[in-house]
């Protein structure tokens, strides 16, 4: 009697081990064959998914499960962070999470990108595209994660309030330069624009925006530092680049 018992409990034991062998082979068979990414923006789909999925074993569900909940995550330039999220066996979803950047400056053979208080949130050697380029500042050294060094720290709040109404607008501008006396310059292009002192750049922008098709396939110099949306007289031109 105890020895059926002993053999009941053996083959209990048995199909036990087999079913948990037969469910680690199914879970090791399951690939990743769909990827959606999310909140991308500097990155398409197709290079995050080249990044976080390089290979064949990358792909499969359970090593992909264990690796997001065990290891660190995989450090991707302008990425704060991402969180895989598994829709299925075969599916997931990647959420972005990047640092936002309203411009670079150029230092010691680097690009050095800030954020919008000011810190230096990513250095790299090609330039982003879609981030202006900042030039005419004057700052001392530079180090990662810290503030932008700026001799005259108004400036920045100027330049987050031009690369915020660039942004409402969804201009792209090449360079934003500043002059010894806070003038401002644009860079689209061929088009070189003069906006002055900082002085109602909302609707010098909003004009500008206006005129960007008019503008297309043309080089000069446009001048809106004395425009006034209130004042008919103050208007603009377009000079040809000396």
């Known amino acids: 009697m105890q020895g059926a018992q002993k053999e009941k409990k053996r083959k209990i034991q048995v199909a036990a081990a087999l079913m948990i062998l037969l469910a680690l082979i199914l879970l090791l068979s399951v690939r990743i064959t ?28 359970l090593f992909c499960f264990l690796k997001d909940r065990l290891r660190e995550h995989v450090q991707i330039p302008f990425v704060e962070d991402y969180d895989i999220i598994f829709r299925g066996p075969g599916q997931v979803e990647v959420i972005l999470y990047e640092k936002s950047v309203v411009g670079y400056v150029s230092y010691m053979s680097s ?16 330039a982003l595209p879609g981030v202006p380029l900042v030039t005419g500042l004057k700052f001392g050294q530079i180090v990662l994660y810290q503030k932008l060094p700026l001799e005259n720290e108004e400036i920045f709040r100027e330049i987050l309030n031009l690369t915020q109404i660039l ?48 503008l297309k396939g043309r080089s000069g110099v446009l001048h809106l530092e004395d425009y006034d949306e209130s004042d008919i007289r103050a208007g603009y031109t377009l000079e040809p680049r000396s």
């Open 34 to 61: 769909k990827v959606e990414v999310t909140g991308n923006w500097q990155y398409t789909s197709e290079e995050i998914t080249e990044i976080l999925f390089p290979d064949k074993i990358s792909r499969n569900t």
């Open 111 to 126: 690009y050095m990108y800030f954020d919008k208080d000011g810190i230096i949130v990513e250095s790299a050697n090609e």
């Open 167 to 214: 942004s409402i607008y969804r201009m792209m501008v090449d360079r934003i330069q500043y002059g010894d006396y806070g003038e401002i310059t644009l860079f689209l292009g061929d088009i070189e624009v003069l906006l002055g002192n900082g002085g109602n750049l909302n609707s010098k922008v909003s004009e500008l925006n206006d005129m960007l098709p008019q």
